[in-house]
């Protein structure tokens, strides 16, 4: 088990330009989770997947905001036309459904900062 | 936007002390976890609570998910250096079975 990795840990980048953040989950787990974390907050949900699927968006995420699963394992999360808001944490977890109990486990996240 | 209020929002202790937190809810959840983060670094879980009155403990850590289903405490004792952090709540909101909603944390502060 090596847990949840997320490349790269930092980013920054220039107002407008894309951006995209890799997550690898925990190889046995099937759901994967992107979640925002800003400067004295808890992390705020994004969106989630179950296998290839997503199921789930939340209102955070604006149509700038793009995610994938393709196969199922590694997940992306892309961000068009940077604005200086979207400066913050961005977090990748994983957990696997059908034991019982699951609970989340988080990597180590993407720092990214639009100047 | 957040659901939790997880109080204090910080606290500055002398080692060996011990502490408390909590975090409550206007709605039902139906799970209680406990996540530290350090500063520059992912949330790790530290304990999760799955039915309501549940105490469960975790070496020196020690949390109990609320019989209202509304609140959760952690609790720390014997307080040492490395307990400083920022302490997160989450909790899986009745009906959700899938996302998580988190509190705005605890600093926790030890002092030597």
């Known amino acids: 088990d090596t847990g949840v990795s997320q490349n790269p840990r930092h980013k920054i980048t220039k107002r407008g330009q894309n951006v995209t953040f890799r997550c690898d989950p925990i190889?046995?787990?099937?759901?994967l989770y992107w979640y925002r974390q800003t400067l004295g907050q808890g992390p705020e949900f994004l969106t989630y997947f179950q296998n290839e699927a997503q199921l789930e968006k939340s209102r955070l995420l604006s149509d700038r905001f793009s995610a994938e699963r393709p196969k199922g394992s590694f997940s992306t999360l892309e961000i068009q036309r940077t604005e200086q808001g979207d400066s913050a944490m961005y977090l990748c977890?994983?957990?696997?459904?059908?034991?019982?109990?699951?609970?989340?486990?988080f990597g180590n996240g993407t720092r990214l900062t639009v100047t | 936007g957040q659901q939790l209020n997880q109080s204090p929002q910080s606290m500055f202790i002398q080692e060996g002390e011990d502490v408390s937190m909590n975090c409550t809810s206007s709605s039902i959840f139906n799970t209680w976890l406990w996540y530290k983060q350090d500063p520059g670094e992912g949330p790790v879980l530290l304990i999760a609570l799955y039915k309501a009155g549940e105490l469960t403990s975790n070496g020196r850590l020690t949390a109990q998910f609320g019989i209202t289903r509304k609140d959760s405490f952690l609790n720390i004792s014997a307080s040492i250096p490395s307990d400083v952090g920022i302490y997160f709540c989450a909790g899986q909101p009745q009906g959700s079975a899938r996302q998580l909603t988190f509190g705005s944390g605890t600093q926790l502060t030890v002092l030597p």
């Open positions: 190889s046995e787990h099937n759901r």
């Open positions: 977890a994983s957990s696997l459904v059908g034991q019982k109990n699951s609970p989340l486990h």
